[in-house]
């Protein structure tokens, strides 16, 4: 720890002083956004694609740090988490199993990340975050039923450029992050990223065993990127990124508000922590993650085409340790009718461990730049994936191959016709050994026999039809009907079960994308109708341990968009809105029921069925944003407040809509003073500034409830310098 502080703070040293940085000029119109939603770089405006951009820079000011950070300024996204993992839902379309992947894919710098621990990243010398919305069919067709995320991270650069701060906040927690990047030789460019925090107090106390409880430890991503110009002709990307997180921030372990643990735990727990993030268990929540990888990227131009070769290995472990019944009980009574007697069962502390492995390769071909009246890429994709459930004795192998291309063609002048296809066959199979026949039984319950499967094939073909039109003032309007697909497979953490099937979206989408006012004010919005069928959901078994299953059908639609203006040289005013109808549309299959008891005999009644006519899990009706930048010059230098609120007007935990979000409003701000002809900036940044108490996952189940939270209001102070 002391070395990693060392280097950062010598990053920090460096006798670059030569170097001044100029006030920024003020602006006069918006910039342009360059988007990658078609593996070209292209301007947003010009993209027949609904997609919500926010900057690193603008994310950094904010103090975020994680990429949750994200729900608070892109309409229509909503970032949960559970147990350590991320679990994104765009326009209602998402899961939450840790262990399966994310019907959100999430891509950085181009390489897929297939595991939801790994997916909660932290924000390390990003440049840029697209969230692409509605099923991505044909280009990110990987499991990408809801959107995807495309992040960016800075591009090393050949002047010598850096960047450190150093901050401090509220619950005792110390922050750095530092950047450098140099040309090495006229061919090549290097770069190196690290953030590091440490977090010395907890959200709240296990009141049972007096430990601090959602407190994060160690947060430590390291990145650095190469890149190496041979040839006029040829760009190589090397990139290299190492993750370490540790502490209790997945503590799932407090019980929702209006439900009680059932009176059959022994001994009987009378004492409800008495706020959120306060936990009262005999067994300490922890979750740690350690994650890897390395990629490669190719690009060689020729005179016809372009060709891109990406190569990708990751290597992940994630372990966590939680009490399944959220009080401080060792045992469970289960009653025996005849003699009337009950049996006193003990109930495990569960410590899941998890490993996984994926190897990627793509190749793609895209039409050279020049070409406007005829665009086109193609490509193929492989994905190898070994996820090895260690606390339950399974493996799932994945071998995942795929073809795509897609094409834009001028039909009439200012008038273009899309259409794409991939064709998807992936290969899944499972194996348990011995060990997990050897597992004692969990309370209430039996271990579920493992049958021989065979090897499982998910084969679908997958497209996007579309058509746009672009106006002589700039203004693009656009159409399209997309299907998207997300493949089945095993509950790896309990291999006796079934297993579930792939889930499909239809899409249908309207949108348009406009500048005016001499490019002083930039509109998008999208409408869109969703038919959404064989939905992989997941439930609480009764030994607490979630597993998927496929769902009833669900139609829903809504609209979205975004607002930027450019009110005067300083000041910048964003706004963004969402809104979602969503309903299940049948009675079967059934969904899993919890209704909570009251105290006495508290728990849940658990059953199964119709879920036609609820909502759709963490899906609010209604989300606002609304944020603002204003820059003030003065003689010592400029003033940058930021500020951004953020109404939700709340969600259900589950398909059985009982546990709910209550609708919520949070506020962020910052303000920084940068030195006038200077590199140095000091400011002052908070979080969640209302202070609301927001669900990020919550369930019940017969033996006690289950939520986790959001973090409590933050803020801090933090100095900076640019050279």
Not at 42 to 57: F, K, R, Y
Not at 485 to 501: D, M, R
Request: glycine share 8%; net charge negative.
């Amino acid at each position: 720890m002391k070395t990693l502080y060392g280097l950062v703070l010598i990053l920090g040293a460096m006798p670059w002083a030569r170097v001044a940085v100029a006030a920024p000029e003020a602006a006069e119109s918006l910039q342009e956004i360059v988007v990658t939603a078609q593996k070209r770089a292209e301007n947003l405006q010009d993209v027949p694609i609904a997609i919500s951009t926010v900057s690193g820079d603008k994310l950094a000011a904010a103090g975020a740090s994680s990429i949750t950070a994200l729900a608070d300024v892109t309409p229509g996204l909503q970032m949960a988490t559970t147990q350590g993992s991320l679990a994104p839902r765009i326009r209602g379309v998402g899961s939450n199993l840790p262990n399966v992947e994310n019907s959100v894919a999430m891509y950085v710098d181009g390489i897929y990340i297939a595991t939801p621990s790994a997916s909660l990243l932290s924000l390390n010398n990003i440049a840029q975050v697209e969230t692409l919305k509605g099923p991505q069919g044909t280009l990110f067709g990987r499991n990408a039923t809801g959107g995807a995320l495309l992040i960016q991270t800075r591009e090393p650069t050949q002047e010598l450029t850096s960047h450190v701060d150093v901050g401090y906040g509220n619950y005792n927690t110390t922050t750095v992050n530092a950047y450098v990047a140099d040309g090495l030789t006229p061919a090549v460019a290097a770069d190196f990223g690290v953030h590091i925090s440490h977090q010395g107090d907890g959200y709240g106390k296990n009141l049972f065993t007096g430990s601090d409880v959602y407190q994060t430890n160690l947060d430590l991503a390291m990145r650095s990127k190469w890149v190496f110009r041979p040839t006029d002709a040829d760009t190589i990307h090397l990139i290299f990124d190492y993750t370490r997180r540790d502490g209790s921030a997945a503590s799932v372990d407090y019980l929702p508000a209006g439900t009680y643990p059932s009176t059959s735990l022994y001994p009987t727990n009378t004492t409800l922590a008495p706020r959120p993030y306060d936990i009262n268990t005999d067994a300490d929540p922890t979750d740690s993650l350690t994650a890897s990888g390395v990629s490669a990227r190719i690009d060689h131009e020729m005179s016809w085409a372009k060709l891109a070769s990406i190569t990708a290995y990751r290597q992940q472990l994630f372990t966590e340790r939680f009490d399944i019944d959220a009080t401080p009980a060792c045992c469970l009574l289960v009653p025996v009718p005849f003699p009337p007697f009950s049996i006193v069962a003990t109930l495990p502390v569960q410590n899941p461990v998890s490993r996984d492995r994926q190897v990627s390769q793509e190749l793609q071909l895209l039409s050279p730049d020049q070409l406007s009246r005829l665009t086109w890429v193609t490509g193929l994709y492989y994905f190898h994936d070994y996820e090895n459930e260690v606390s339950s004795f399974s493996q799932v192998t994945t071998n995942s191959y795929s073809g795509f291309g897609e094409t834009h063609i001028e039909v009439l002048p200012a008038t273009h016709l899309t259409l794409g296809l991939r064709y998807t066959d992936e290969e899944r199979a499972l194996s348990v050994n011995s060990g997990y026949y050897t597992q004692p039984e969990p309370p209430g319950s039996t271990v579920p026999p493992v049958t021989a499967r065979p090897t499982t094939w998910f084969s679908q073909l997958t497209y996007r039809a579309g058509i746009d039109h672009k106006f002589d003032n700039g203004t693009l309007i656009y159409a399209s009907r997309n299907l998207g697909f997300k493949s089945g497979g095993y509950n790896s953490t309990q291999p006796g079960l079934p297993n579930f099937e792939p889930e499909k979206l239809n899409s249908y989408e309207a949108g348009i994308k406009s500048e005016f006012l001499e490019h002083k004010v930039r509109v998008n919005a999208a409408a869109f109708h969703y038919r959404y069928t064989n939905i992989q959901m997941t439930k609480l078994t009764s030994n607490n341990q979630l597993q998927e299953y496929n769902g009833p059908p669900a139609t829903s639609y809504g609209a979205d968009f975004d607002v930027e203006a450019l009110v005067s040289q300083g000041l910048t005013l964003t706004l963004g809105g969402s809104y979602i109808h969503d309903r299940f549309t049948a009675d079967t299959p059934t969904v899993q029921w919890n209704v909570p008891n009251p105290p006495d005999p508290g728990g849940s009644n658990s059953f199964f069925a119709s879920a036609r006519g609820n909502r759709l899990p963490d899906t609010p009706d209604w989300t606002v944003n609304l944020g603002l930048t204003y820059v003030l010059p003065t003689s010592s230098g400029d003033w940058t407040f930021d500020g951004n609120y953020l109404h939700n007007s709340g969600w259900f935990g589950e398909p059985d809509n009982q546990l709910r979000q209550p609708a919520y409003n949070t506020l962020s701000a910052s303000v920084y003073w940068h030195l006038q002809n200077g590199p140095y900036t000091i400011g002052l940044w908070g979080r969640n500034l209302s202070d609301e108490r927001v669900y990020t996952a919550v369930s019940g189940n017969a033996v006690s409830g289950l939520s986790q939270y959001s973090p409590p209001r933050t803020y801090g102070i933090k100095f900076s310098a640019d050279f």
